[in-house]
C-alpha cells in the first residue's frame, strides 16, 4: 500500500485531467465535475508535479493536451471508466450482464481491432480517440519516426495517418510502411485537412486506401474505417484458405509421385 500511494497521483487530479482532457475544455471540465476552472487547473498542475511533466501547453486564453497528455489519457481513460463500473457492480447498480458499450476493462481492449494514429496534433489523436475508443485499440504516435518505430515492434490492423507533420510527413510514412514487406499489406487512410484532389491522388498513388478531409464526419470515418478492416481480415482469411489448400496439393502430388514410382518399380522387377 505505501508503495501504491508513493506512486499514484491523487484520484481528484486524475479525475480533472479525465475530464479536460476528454471534453477538450478546462471549463468544460469544471461545469461536469461542478468545481470552478481553477480548481481543475489547480488539481491537473498537482498532477503534472506529481508526473514531472507537461500534460498541457498553456497561453493566455487556453490549454491544449500535449502529446503526453494523449498518451497519459490513452491510459487514464479506459481504467477510470473500469473502476468507476466495478463499484456500480459492487454496490449492486449494475448486472453482472456484459458492461456499457463505452466501458472496458483492463485487457478486453487487447482483443478490439488496434488503430494506429498518426499526427503531429495532440487534440486531433484526442478527437479520435473519443469517437473511436469503444471499437478500437488506439495507438497514440506524434511524429512519423515515432509510427515508424513503433510498427518495428508491433502491426497495426489499421493506420490512420496525418499528411502534414514536420520532419517526415504522411506521404514518406506511407512509402517506407509500403516499402516494406512485413507492413506493406496494412490499411493506411489519410486523414487531412488537404482537400485538393491532387493530394488525394498522391496518397492513394503512395498506396494508401482511403482519403478523408476534415472536418471528420464520425459515422463515414467509423464505416470506412471498418470497411477495410473487415477487407483486409477477408482476404487474410483467403490467404490462409489458399495456403492450406496448396499444402494439401502438394501433399497429394508427393503421395501421387510416390505411387508412380512404386508401380513403375513394381513393373521392372
Known sequence: MKHLKRHLPPLTSLLAFEAAARLGSFTAAAEELNVSREAVSRQIRVLESHLGISLFERDANRALMGAAGAR?????????????????????????????????????????????????????????????????????????????????????????????????????????????????????????????????????????????????????????????IELRQAQTALEKLLARRADRLEKAEQLLTGICADIGQFQSS
Not at 111 to 137: C, F
Not at 140 to 160: C, R, V, Y
Not at 189 to 208: H, N, Q, R, V, Y
Open 72 to 228: 497519459f489519457f490513452a491510459t487514464v481513460s479506459p481504467n477510470l471508466n473500469a473502476i468507476a463500473v466495478a463499484a456500480k457492480e459492487m454496490a449492486g447498480e449494475v448486472s453482472n450482464g456484459p458492461l456499457p458499450e463505452s466501458a472496458t476493462q483492463p485487457g478486453d481492449d487487447e482483443e478490439l481491432p488496434s488503430l494506429l494514429v498518426v499526427d503531429d496534433t495532440p487534440q486531433n489523436i484526442h478527437h479520435l480517440h473519443g469517437l473511436l475508443k469503444d471499437a478500437y485499440r488506439i495507438i497514440p504516435q506524434t511524429s512519423g519516426k515515432g509510427a515508424l518505430s513503433f510498427l518495428s515492434g508491433e502491426l497495426a490492423d489499421l493506420i490512420l495517418l496525418d499528411i502534414r507533420m514536420p520532419d517526415m510527413d504522411g506521404y514518406e510514412v506511407c512509402r517506407q510502411i509500403k516499402s516494406t514487406a512485413s507492413l506493406a499489406d496494412i490499411p493506411v487512410i489519410f486523414l487531412t485537412s488537404l482537400d485538393d484532389p491532387m493530394d488525394e491522388t498522391k496518397g492513394l498513388e503512395m498506396g494508401a486506401c482511403d482519403f478523408i478531409t476534415r472536418p471528420i464526419v464520425p459515422a463515414i470515418l467509423r464505416a470506412r474505417i471498418r470497411s477495410h
